[in-house]
Nanobody, 119 residues
Framework: QVQLVESGGGLVQPGGSLRLSCAAS????????MGWFRQAPGKDREIVAS????????DYQDSVKGRFTIARDNARNLLYLQMNSLKPEDTAVYYC????????????WGQGTQVTVSS
């Protein structure tokens, strides 16, 4: 069973940057897709970006394209989300999650990390 632990959230001014990290342990991730999700107060959880671990192929929600970058460190089993040009509407709890190739449901989730964008 994969275990996930996020870190790197915090308070940042509009236009600033943050990098989130997600440490994965428990098994090889070569047959998995990892994603970053977020949930703002009163809103549904939404996917922000995903990456196929074996190839590095990434996909993004339209609202973050050009501003956020998802990346992974194979050697250290770390997932990252580099967030630039942050906006107040990016404020949310951010979660990393994993699903197996060929499945549609993300089955393992981290505990979440708060990102607040405010002046």
């Amino acid at each position: 069973q994969v275990q996930l632990v996020e870190s790197g959230g915090g308070l940042v001014q509009p236009g600033g940057s943050l990098r989130l990290s997600c440490a994965a342990s428990g098994r090889s991730l070569s047959n998995y897709i990892m994603g970053w999700f977020r949930q703002a107060p009163g809103k549904d959880r939404e996917i922000v970006a995903s990456i196929r671990w074996s190839t590095g192929f990434a996909d993004y929600q339209d609202s973050v394209k050009g501003r956020f970058t998802i990346a992974r460190d194979n050697a250290r089993n770390l997932l990252y989300l580099q967030m630039n040009s942050l906006k107040p509407e990016d404020t949310a709890v951010y979660y990393c999650a994993v699903r197996g190739l060929g499945t549609t449901m993300y089955s393992v989730w981290g505990q979440g990390t708060q990102v607040t964008v405010s002046s």
